[in-house]
């Protein structure tokens, strides 16, 4: 195993230490963690082997394994942007809605004045 290997490895335990340890993570759903888990073991295991990516690559049609890994990637960016897209909505219409329940408990009747 090589340095950079071993630099990566610490990299991901750690980023996976900080996420699971953090209050925001401890509010998400256990299929998240356990998700996010086995993202870590599988990607332990391709930097430890690096050549079994592109055996499984070859299985799935694709000629080396750091574009099944690029592929990868891309799917999950666009799957995270797409779902912080929707949180974002979902959280401006909670605003609006709150917006709009207080404005109508300070309003007053044109006789109130």
Not at 30 to 59: E, M, Q, S
Not at 75 to 91: E, G, P, Q, W
């Amino acid at each position: 195993m090589n340095w950079i290997q071993v630099l990566l490895i610490l990299a991901i335990v750690t980023l996976m230490v900080y996420l699971l340890r953090s209050r925001r993570s401890a509010q998400a759903k256990a299929w998240v963690k356990v998700g996010y888990v086995l993202f870590v073991v599988a990607a332990i295991y391709a930097i430890v082997r690096p050549n079994d990516t592109t055996v499984v690559a070859n299985w799935l049609g694709v000629a080396r394994g750091a574009d099944l890994l690029e592929y990868a990637l891309i799917v999950a960016f666009l799957f995270t942007t797409i779902s912080t897209y929707m949180r974002f909505k979902d959280l401006e219409l909670r605003y609006a809605q709150l917006a709009r329940a207080v404005a109508l408990e300070g309003a007053r009747t044109p006789a109130d004045d």
